[in-house]
């Protein structure tokens, strides 16, 4: 016979491994996970090729550290990434204990969290009173919620499993529940000092997870606890009682500004050339915000044609917000349920009923943020636009309206039975994977496992011609990341070989703009192709990668690199991928150059000078590069080199709209100038320069205030259009301004 103590522990696991079985079977049907083999990406599109190369650097190497195998000769500084997710990472350096393959490593990581998301509902339910039954459907749907099947390319905010238990404290400071057992609790014996141990470990570990994990689900902690604090405070609680749960918040926004420091040491020994990636601005938080009528509507990809067509239909009536997010028939339920109860509260002076009243200000808070025009503009505006994707709030939205729903079956399973409970919860947990999933849109693992077999073979035919330790240079050259890629590529399409490539070679694409270690590509005699190669070669590159889908015309260089090169050393046609030999070419030139006269030519190229402006995109479409920009402008000449250059820098000023402004020009060692512009009236003007390492400033100063540029709708505001930026110098090395580099780049056709 079994024993009481074995029975009640079966008892107690039986819900939480139902719970994990049901959720990973629901990802399996939605993945198709019998199709998938080891080695073989869920994705090689969007996001997903940056996912690997994160991945791969967390295997083979420290997250925070330099990644040598691209952003070749000088690697990625992983440090310009201002994301924490330690917890995350370690998941993956665990898996690394299993694997070396960063396909595999992250394919599990991401099936993993399905399992781990219902498990952290499921309890969460349970905390709050919620029974059994009712708990798993909350555990499983909740790790479903609409797209979660399609966020590998969002690896990291996939992994939502945290926010469970985000909201366990949010939930306990809302009611005014202890965090922490008194000390009386931990100084007695037995089992009461035991089970005060046990809260004292849960609160640190979760304090710890939410701490640790993506900044997106830390804000949104923060921003929670927060909302209740200030809600308890402005309701008569002491300041004192609410001590606990400000000393939560602030440990949760500890850790993770620890490990944000911690991350981002290493960007101090970079130098910053001109505008970094993932600088947002206000108005990306409108962009970025969600919908209220798309938490209404089906999920976009529903397996139902009929309501995937509602969807469809509504996005080509209305522009939908970027991540179209969705909640579900089951979670909408609840959320609707939830809003009932608030309004009739407010409505009927009814006092909400244990837990209905921290939902219901839990759920109107997250609304307010995830909406347009909401509260997360207000951050924007007031706090920092960084967190701009106020959309991701459905995954709290989502939660609270399952919790909601979760009560409603407890309330019915005790009214009327335990099999009654069961079986409406069998009915509403198939009903909600039905709703949430769809395998039609599951990834195409023998299309992906082609793809990358081919990749594989791509680069093994390059390491195999060029030998080990090569640095690849790819063309057309892209910044990198966020920056659209020209012709018909993908977004990081050059990170593709990079995911499958031997680790002998390294790759140019991946060093982060507006740093040196990146920007030196802007200074490249792009076409001119005998000196580029040349260049190339001088610089230590063994090879030249071509993707063609990056050239929309008679600017695809394959025809000329074959001429100077010879036959290419390897292809991939569905990838469109051709490599060519660089290694007899600098053998040539250092026959005649010398170790001396190579080395000068490497500096030239690696260490050019490069010169930005401060403004909007360059748009090229009039023929000229311009930049709109002001009322201060700012030109930025920035010295690679180790020695002082003199050059001229040189562009066209004209003022937005019909009113003639003046425009105060300063450099340093020169006069400050004065010119008289309008939008009919330009002027040219050259500034000589001499420039030590690193940056050097050009201000312009514009009477007058912001004007709506013409064909924006008033989107895009600005005082100076600045035309035609360029830099010219006699010193020998390469010089370019990002506006020259932006004219000769093959257009996107996106």
């Known amino acids: 016979m079994t024993s009481p103590r074995i029975r009640a522990f079966a008892g107690s696991a039986a819900g939480p491994a139902l719970t994990a079985v049901l959720s990973f079977l ?54 310009w990434f201002s994301t924490a997710d330690v917890l995350n990472f370690a998941g993956i350096k665990v898996l690394g204990l299993f694997t070396d393959s960063a396909a595999t490593a992250s394919a599990v990581f991401f099936v993993l969290g399905f399992p781990a998301a219902a498990l952290a509902a499921y309890w969460l339910a349970r905390e709050l009173g919620v029974t059994r039954p009712a708990a798993v459907v909350t555990g499983v749907l909740f790790s479903v919620i609409p797209g979660h099947q399609e966020w590998f390319a969002h690896l990291w905010l996939a992994a939502y499993w945290v926010v469970p238990l985000a909201v366990w404290l949010a939930i306990r400071v809302a009611r005014g529940e202890a965090l922490l057992p008194r000390r009386s609790a931990l100084r007695a014996g037995g089992a009461v000092a035991r089970r005060a141990r046990w809260e004292v470990a849960r609160t640190v570990a979760i304090l710890l997870v939410v ?14 606890l927060a909302v209740v604090l200030v809600f308890r405070l402005g309701t008569g609680t002491r300041a004192a009682a609410l001590a606990p749960g400000a000393a939560a918040a602030a440990a949760v926004g500890l850790l993770c500004g620890g490990s944000l420091f911690a991350a981002t040491r290493g960007r101090a020994g970079d130098l910053v050339t001109g505008a970094l990636p993932a600088q947002r601005v206000i108005g990306e938080s409108e962009t970025y915000a969600g919908k209220i009528i798309e938490l209404v509507l089906p999920w976009y990809e529903h397996r139902a044609a009929p309501l995937r067509f509602l969807s469809f239909a509504y996005g080509v009536a209305a522009p939908p917000s970027v991540e179209r997010p969705a909640l579900g028939l089951v979670a909408l339920a609840g959320v609707v349920a939830i809003l009932w109860v608030a309004l009739a509260s407010l ?14 200000v839990l ?20 706090f920092t636009p960084q967190i701009r994707t106020w959309s991701r709030f459905v995954v709290l939205i989502a939660l609270f309206g399952l919790l909601a729903v979760g009560l409603w079956l407890s309330r019915l399973g005790r009214r009327h039975g335990r099999r009654t409970a069961w079986v409406a919860a069998a009915v509403v947990l198939g009903l909600g994977v039905l709703d949430q999933t769809n395998p039609g849109v599951a990834p195409r693992y023998d299309a992906l496992a082609r793809e990358q077999a081919e990749l594989a073979s791509f680069t093994r035919d390059i ?59 802007l200074a490249l005699p792009l076409t001119d192709h005998q000196r580029l190669v040349e260049d190339l070669a001088a610089a230590g590159f063994c090879a030249v990668e071509v993707d063609r889908d990056g050239y929309a015309d008679a600017s695809d260089p394959t025809d000329a690199l074959k001429e100077r090169l010879g036959s ?51 748009d090229t ?12 402008a700012v030109v930025t000449a920035s010295n690679l080199g180790t020695t002082p250059v003199q050059v001229q820098v040189s562009f066209e000023v004209a003022g937005n709209g019909d009113a003639q402004r003046t425009v105060t020009v300063s450099a340093p060692g020169g006069p400050t100038r004065t010119l008289t512009v309008s939008q009919d009236q330009r002027q040219s003007l050259t500034v000589p320069l001499t420039l030590p390492r690193g940056r050097t400033e050009i201000r312009l100063e514009a009477t007058g205030g912001v004007t709506a540029v013409a064909g924006s709708q008033g989107r895009d ?15 020998g090395v390469n010089a370019a301004s990002l506006q020259e580099y932006a004219a000769v780049s093959p257009p996107s056709l996106r």
Do not use: K
């Not at 035609?724 to 006699?730: A, K, N, Q």
């Open 347 to 360: 409505a009927f002076g009814r006092r909400s009923n244990g837990l209905w009243g921290p939902l219901a």
């Open 463 to 521: 390491a195999g011609h060029v030998g080990r330790s090569c640095p690849v240079f790819q063309l057309p050259v892209v910044a990198y990341p966020e920056e659209a890629p020209p012709g018909s590529m993908g977004d990081y399409d050059h990170l593709l070989p990079s995911t499958a490539s031997p680790a002998s070679l390294a790759w140019s694409y991946g060093a982060i703009r507006g740093t040196s270690r990146a920007d030196w590509q």
């Open 211 to 224: 701490g640790l994990s993506d900044v997106y689900y830390v804000a949104f902690t923060l921003i929670l």
């Open 26 to 79: 629901a990802a399996v049907q939605a993945l198709r996970l019998w199709e998938w083999r080891p080695g073989v990406p869920l994705s090689l599109s969007g996001d997903a090729p940056q996912v690997l190369v994160q991945v791969r650097a967390i295997l083979h190497s420290d997250w925070y550290r330099v990644n040598d195998h691209v952003g070749a000769p000088f690697g990625l500084n992983q440090a």
């Open 568 to 618: 290419p050393v390897a292809t991939a046609d569905r990838a469109h991928l051709v490599a060519y030999d660089l290694r007899a070419l600098g053998a040539s030139l250092s026959a005649a150059l010398g170790e001396d006269g190579l080395a000068r030519r490497r500096d030239a190229v690696l260490r050019p000078v490069v010169v930005s402006l401060a403004g909007s995109l360059v």
């Open 717 to 731: 505001q600005a005082s100076l259009q600045v035309s035609d930026l360029r830099v010219t110098t006699t010193s």
């Open 363 to 382: 759920t109107l808070v997250s609304l307010a943020f995830y909406t347009r025009a909401g509260l997360g503009s207000v951050v924007a505006l007031f």
């Open 621 to 632: 479409t009039s023929g000229r590069p311009s930049q709109w920009t002001g009322p201060t």
